[in-house]
């Protein structure tokens, strides 16, 4: 049996005839040559159609990720989604809670404060008062004093001829209004 040789039989005439030709390596120079045609014409398309494709493909996952809700509540029952969506309003609202006091709180805070320093400036203004008034008091003092009682060495302002429309005295040169009536001239 180790002799054995398997031989095809066939006509020559039959058109299943198989030609039997020698395996040969094929070269890969002419597909790299296609490809480099391709992406000396093309290359910048597709360049550009590829960074297109990254960034859509990055804003499908941003938007996926930004609503990840969505996707689980399809699946859910609807009595499942209006528990959850009860639960989620009551800890927004205990949240919106918590912070509305935590601002009264500062709010208080902010007011005794504001109160202190309105205070203090009142003090301020006090204790400046009354570091002015005792001096002004004794001013006051001295000059009422001294007003009450008339001065005998005092000289007056004016003699008593004096008038504010002629003048002091009554000398030659004095003010005299102009005559009434038509001026005089030709």
């Not at 499908?60 to 609807?78: V, Y």
């Not at 989620?88 to 601002?103: F, N, V």
């Not at 008062?129 to 009422?144: F, N």
Request: proline share 6%; with cysteine; aromatic share 6%.
């Amino acid at each position: 049996m180790d002799d054995v040789v398997i031989e095809d039989v066939f006509d020559e005439d039959s058109p299943f005839v198989v030609e039997k030709v020698p395996p040969t390596n094929q070269d890969v120079s002419y597909f790299s040559q296609m490809v480099g045609e391709f992406l000396s014409l093309y290359g910048w398309h597709l360049l550009v159609a590829t960074i297109v494709l990254y960034l859509l493909i990055l804003h499908l996952k941003k938007k996926r990720s930004s609503n990840p809700r969505d996707a689980g509540s399809a699946s859910e029952t609807p009595n499942a989604d209006a528990g959850f969506v009860a639960r989620r309003q009551e800890a927004m609202e205990a949240a919106r809670r918590k912070m509305q006091e935590e601002l009264d709180a500062k709010a208080v805070i902010y007011r005794e404060k504001q109160k202190q320093k309105e205070e203090e400036k009142r003090q301020q203004k006090m204790e400046h008062y009354k570091g002015i008034v005792p001096s002004l008091d004794m001013e006051q003092s001295a000059s009422s004093s001294s007003a009450g009682k008339p001065k005998a060495d005092r000289k007056p302002l004016r003699t008593t001829d004096y008038s504010p429309l002629s003048g002091p005295g009554g000398g030659s040169c004095s003010f005299r209004p102009g005559r009434r009536g038509p001026s005089s001239g030709g």
